[in-house]
C-alpha cells in the first residue's frame, strides 16, 4: 500500500480536524514522535464518542496486535457487532481475513511512523447506495513505541440517507480506498492559538 504524505487540510470532518488538532498540541513522549494517552484530552470529546474506538498496541514477533478497548456504538453497528462487547478481541480477528487485509496495513503505517495517518474509503450499503468512509488514526505512546491508538470513523452519503447497519461486515464489504495518507506536514504547536487550528508545513 502506498500512503501519501498530507498536511492537516486533506481533513474533510471539522470534528476530525479538531481531534487532529488537539493532537498536534501535545508534546511528544520521550523517545517517541507520540504523545502520551494520558495527555490527550480534546474539547467536546464526549460528542464524538459513538464515532471512536480506543485500541491497545502489543509488540509481538513479526507485527504488533492490535486489540480492541472500546467500541464506537457507531463503528460497531457498521461492522455488525452493535450490542456486542469486544474489548480485548484482536482488530485483526475482528474485521475478518477479507477485510482485514486491507485495514490492517493502514494502522500498521500508524504504529511504524508514529504519526496520524488518514484514509478516505468507499463502500456500497446493502442498499446499493455509495458511501464515503472517513478514517483518522491517533498514534500514542508512553515510551519509545507506540502502545495506544484512537480512530475516528466518519461515514457519508451523497445520497443523504444509507444504511450503517453491516456496511462493513461481510467478504463483500471491502472498502475501496481513494485516498491513504500519513499526516507528516504538520508541526507541533502546543502554545498556538486553538482558533484555525491547522498549522502545515
Not at 494502522?107 to 478514517?135: L, N, Q, W
Not at 507541533?188 to 508545513?201: E, F, L, M, Q, T
Request: glycine share 6%; charged share 25%; aromatic share 6%.
Amino acid at each position: 500500500m502506498r500512503f501519501e504524505s498530507l498536511d492537516p487540510s486533506a481533513i474533510r470532518s471539522i470534528r476530525q480536524l479538531d481531534l487532529l488538532n488537539a493532537w498536534l498540541r501535545l508534546p511528544p513522549a520521550t523517545g517517541s514522535s507520540a504523545p502520551p494517552a494520558a495527555s490527550y484530552a480534546p474539547d467536546r470529546i464526549a460528542e464524538e464518542r459513538a464515532d471512536l474506538v480506543y485500541y491497545h498496541v502489543e509488540a509481538n514477533p513479526g507485527a504488533p496486535r492490535i486489540l480492541i478497548a472500546s467500541d464506537g456504538s457507531r463503528v460497531a453497528a457498521a461492522y455488525g457487532t452493535a450490542g456486542e462487547s469486544r474489548h480485548g478481541q484482536d482488530l485483526a480477528d475482528y474485521l475478518g481475513a477479507a477485510v482485514a487485509a486491507h485495514v490492517i496495513p493502514v494502522y500498521h503505517e500508524c504504529i511504524r511512523r508514529a504519526r496520524p495517518v488518514y484514509t478516505v474509503a468507499e463502500i456500497d450499503d446493502v442498499h446499493g447506495r455509495s458511501v464515503t468512509f472517513e478514517r483518522l488514526l491517533l498514534p500514542f505512546s508512553d515510551g519509545a513505541d507506540v502502545n495506544r491508538i484512537i480512530a475516528s470513523v466518519k461515514a457519508i452519503s451523497e445520497d443523504g440517507r444509507f444504511e450503517i447497519r453491516n456496511l462493513l461486515h461481510g467478504p463483500d464489504r471491502s472498502p475501496v480506498f481513494r485516498l491513504m495518507g500519513v499526516i507528516d506536514r504538520a508541526k507541533r504547536s502546543p502554545s498556538a492559538p486553538r482558533d484555525g487550528d491547522i498549522v502545515a508545513d
